[in-house]
């Protein structure tokens, strides 16, 4: 059974940084791309970062880019997502999802497996 669990959310104060774990169960995170999404209320969600199973990175919104950086622990089989520079703006639920092959997408459709989600809130 796959199965994806994250961790590392909290409250934090505007400027300051999270680290987020994605751990995977029931398969190998370096044989599958993993995409880190996020929602906040009202709002649609969306991608944010993912990895793909070569391993190459990549950010979507140009509000994360340069603060937000994805990585991979094979030995561990968890995947990363640290947070820097934190804006009130990107409080949200923090997903990630699995999909098969070496693609990644930031459109939440094209994923198969959710996590349940970690909450993270950054105070102005």
């Known amino acids: 059974q796959l199965q994806l669990v994250e961790s590392g959310g909290g409250l934090v104060q505007h400027g300051g940084s999270l680290r987020l774990s994605c751990a995977a169960s029931g398969f190998t995170v370096n044989d599958y791309s993993i995409g880190w999404f996020r929602q906040a209320p009202g709002k649609e969600r969306e991608g944010v970062s993912c990895?793909?199973?070569?391993?190459?990175?990549?950010n979507y919104p140009d509000s994360v880019k340069g603060r937000f950086t994805i990585s991979r622990d094979n030995a561990k089989n968890t995947v990363y997502l640290q947070m820097n520079s934190l804006r009130p703006e990107d409080t949200a639920v923090y997903y990630c999802?699995?999909?098969?092959?070496?693609?990644?997408?930031?459109?939440?459709?094209?994923?198969?497996?959710w996590g349940q989600g970690t909450q993270v809130t950054v105070s102005s």
């Open positions: 999802a699995l999909r098969s092959g070496d693609y990644c997408s930031p459109n939440r459709f094209h994923y198969g497996t």
């Open positions: 990895i793909l199973s070569s391993g190459f990175g990549t």
